[in-house]
C-alpha cells in the first residue's frame, strides 16, 4: 500500500484522507442543486450539491459523495473548496485542468478531475432549471 500511496501527489493524500465537505444538503429544498456523474472509464460516480443564494447567486454550502479512486475523492474535496463563496457564473468556469494541476494529476487520472468540473456545471444546471421553474422565465431579472 504503501508504494501504491507513493505515486500520489501529497495534496490528493491530503485531501483523500481529509475529504473537505463531505455530505449532503436536501435535495428538495428550491436553492440546492444537485449534480451526479458518471465516469464511463472507470464506473466511479460522483454527486456534488450546491446550496445558493437566490439574491445574490452566490454558493453558501456545497456538499459531495465520491464512490471512486482517491484522485476522484481528492478533485471533488477540492472543488468544493474552490466553489464556495463564488457566483453560480464564476463556478461554470472552473476548469478541470486547474484541479488535475492543484493536485499534479497524471494523465491517466484526468478524467478523474472531469468529473468533477462535469459535477459541478451539473449541479449549477440543476439549480437553474429548478429555480426557472419556480420564478418563471424573468427569474433574476431586476
Ligand atoms: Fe475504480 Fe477509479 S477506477 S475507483
Ligand atoms: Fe475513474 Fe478516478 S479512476 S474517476
Redesign the pocket.
Known sequence: ALQQTRAYHPKVIDHYQNPRNVGSLNKNLPNVGTGLVG?P??G?VMRLQIQVNDETGVIEDVKFKTF??G??IASSSYVTELVRGKTLEEAGKIKNSVIAKELSLPPV?L??SM?AEDAIKSAIKDYTSKRRVTLGPEAGAK
Do not use: I, T, V
Open positions: 465516469a472509464a472507470c466511479d471512486g479512486c484522485s476522484a487520472k478524467h478523474c468529473l
